[in-house]
T-cell receptor, first 113, second 113 residues
Framework: DTAVSQTPKYLVTQMGNDKSIKCEQN?????MYWYKQDSKKFLKIMFS???????INETVPNRFSPKSPDKAHLNLHINSLELGDSAVYFC????????????FGEGSRLTVL | AQSVSQHNHHVILSEAASLELGCNYS??????LFWYVQYPGQHLQLLLK??????LVKGIKGFEAEFIKSKFSFNLRKPSVQWSDTAEYFC???????????FGTGTRLKVLA
């Protein structure tokens, strides 16, 4: 059983399109995250939800909109895709509390042409 | 703002060599520290973590890390690397009272057979 699963794994699309990435975790965690990993492997936090409530919203263009229908799911919708959006997007979850580590999904590689 | 520095960006070692990867963070309060590994084409996996107690932490695959509070450091070590340790290594920090995990820029390790 995959603990944190993301779909799709690969996404190739044209500039200007709108796309979504979905994430689900079966670990019973309350907190979920989206991270962006660029071509230099730098990991940047984008958003976090705790029990469906947005708690972290970093400096991300408002073309990116997260949505958490329940605490096991966190989706990412991107409008008007740009070349610079090409990256690997990782979903992660963690237990509430100080000592919990992040559990990552396998990533969704987005390529914008 | 909190930050995490990994000074070694690329490391090349021969098999059986010893490894030490540096990690420093900037935050004066209580922290939770992590090392993650990302094998080529895969997601991040936890190697080890520190939250309290013995500052020498042992993780999976023979890795260990030492928390030195006075130096704000959490360096990763392995006495004898293997070809299969070729990967990207990330140090991360989580401060008490927050949900945010901040990652360093990563160190790419290549082990030559």
């Amino acid at each position: 059983d995959t603990a944190v699963s993301q779909t799709p794994k690969y996404l190739v699309t044209q500039m200007g399109n709108d796309k979504s990435i979905k994430c689900e975790q079966n670990l019973g965690h309350d907190t979920m995250y989206w991270y962006k990993q660029d071509s230099k492997k730098f990991l940047k936090i984008m958003f976090s939800y705790n029990n469906k409530e947005l708690i972290i919203n970093e400096t991300v263009p408002n073309r990116f909109s997260p949505k958490s229908p329940d605490k096991a799911h966190l989706n990412l919708h991107i409008n008007s895709l740009e070349l610079g959006d090409s990256a690997v997007y990782f979903c992660a979850s963690s237990q509430p509390g100080f000592t919990g580590e992040l559990f990552f999904g396998e990533g969704s590689r987005l390529t914008v042409l | 703002a909190q930050s995490v520095s990994q000074h070694n960006h690329h490391v090349i070692l021969s098999e059986a060599a010893s490894l030490e990867l540096g990690c420093n963070y900037s935050y004066g309060g209580t922290v939770n520290l992590f090392w993650y590994v990302q094998y080529p084409g895969q997601h991040l996996q936890l190697l080890l973590k520190y939250f309290s107690g013995d500052p020498l932490v042992k993780g999976i695959k023979g890795f260990e890390a030492e928390f030195i509070k006075s130096k704000f450091s959490f360096n990763l070590r392995k006495p004898s690397v293997q070809w299969s340790d070729t990967a990207e290594y990330f140090c991360a920090v989580k401060t008490s009272g927050t949900y945010k995990y901040i990652f360093g820029t990563g160190t790419r390790l290549k082990v030559l057979a």
